[in-house]
């Protein structure tokens, strides 16, 4: 096992409203980083966190945002649900931002916006 | 701004066989390649990474990888394939030092026949 948890496992949302999905990395690792797997789709990069700080954005828009705890949880949090947020959002942590890093990934939170 | 493409979306091979997974890349500065497996319901575990040094990269569960640079390409491969290997295989790519964001192909479905 990884050590990275995320809850909860399933969700379902109506069009409009807000989620907070959350996410556990391991003990000691300092970046957190955020993915959108469609259905047949490899992951998306959505943002990534170090130290607290957001440190680099994909293509998502501002309604996508996340915060990071110092305990090492994080939050991935999307206002305005639409259609297409239907989709496995993955948290991913690893030790630092060297960019060879090898990324440890949690099992994953199933949205569904109805 | 760095590509990743996964051109088999299926591949299928005999239990004993020898595999392979293709990837081949685009970046415009030094290629961090990676691969990642996923199991159903689980998140993606980590197989191998080439950073730099020999082009033959060994990795998890027998698995190996040939980084090749005149084509581009970062093919996954075992000399025998075992059922337990099927699964869906990611290559990712960072083009450092140029782009901080990790991009994943759409994946490629191995199933392993008895």
């Known amino acids: 096992e990884t050590g990275v948890t995320q809850s909860p496992t399933h969700l379902i949302k109506t069009r409009g409203q807000q989620v907070t999905l959350r996410c556990s990395s391991q003990s000691g690792h300092n970046t957190v980083s955020w993915y959108q797997q469609a259905l047949g789709q490899g992951p998306q990069f959505i943002f990534q966190?170090?130290?607290?700080?957001?440190?680099g954005r994909g293509n998502f828009p501002p309604r996508f945002s996340g915060l990071q705890f110092p305990n090492y949880s994080s939050e991935l949090n999307v206002n305005a649900l639409e259609l297409d947020d239907s989709a496995l959002y993955l948290c991913?942590?690893?030790?630092?931002?060297?960019?060879?890093?090898?990324?440890?990934f949690g099992p994953g939170t199933r949205l569904t916006v109805l | 701004a760095q590509s990743v493409a996964q051109p088999e979306d299926q591949v299928n091979v005999a239990e004993g066989n020898p595999l392979t997974v293709k990837c081949t890349y685009s970046?415009?500065?030094?290629?961090?390649l990676f691969w990642y497996v996923q199991y159903p319901n689980r998140g993606l575990q980590f197989l191998l990474k080439y950073i730099t040094g020999d082009n033959l990269v060994k990795g998890s569960y027998g698995f190996e990888a040939e980084f090749n640079k005149s084509q581009t390409s970062f093919h996954l491969k075992k000399p025998s394939a075992l059922v337990s290997d099927s699964a869906l295989y990611f290559c990712a790519v960072r083009d450092v030092p140029l782009d901080d964001k990790i991009i994943f192909g759409k994946g490629t479905r191995l199933h392993i026949l008895p």
């Open positions: 991913a942590s690893s030790l630092d931002l060297r960019p060879g890093d090898e990324q440890f």
């Open positions: 970046v415009s500065g030094n290629p961090y």
């Open positions: 966190y170090y130290r607290e700080e957001e440190n």
